[in-house]
């Protein structure tokens, strides 16, 4: 007999002989929702086509804030459009940039032909 088994024997039972049952204890686990705060925040300051970085964060806050509540499903939706407003103002933000440079490019390119043209007829060749 171990020296547990051995205490517990001498004690004997406990003094209400009611059938103790099985205890069961649920506990829920963490349920991660991505809020996409930093992502938003990144937006809001680098890439908010029209405001639609801000309009991110402000989402992520709303699913963080719904998060802290227990609101699972509130948080999730938040987050969901926090997300879809990340990805248009990332995509647009992109695109706007793309366009600005060959904008540039081909402006620089003009003037540069044009410069040649109007020196080249200038000096007579």
Known sequence: MHKEEHEVAMLGTPASSAPAGPTIISIQGETSVPDHVVWSMFNAL??????????????SVKSR????VGDITGA????STAKCLNICALVFSLLMTIVLIVLMVTGALAFSHAVQQHGYNHRGY
């Open 65 to 68: 804030d719904r998060k802290m």
């Open 76 to 79: 999730q939706s938040y987050a």
């Open 46 to 59: 680098f890439m908010n086509f029209c405001c639609l970085g801000f309009a991110a964060y402000a989402y």
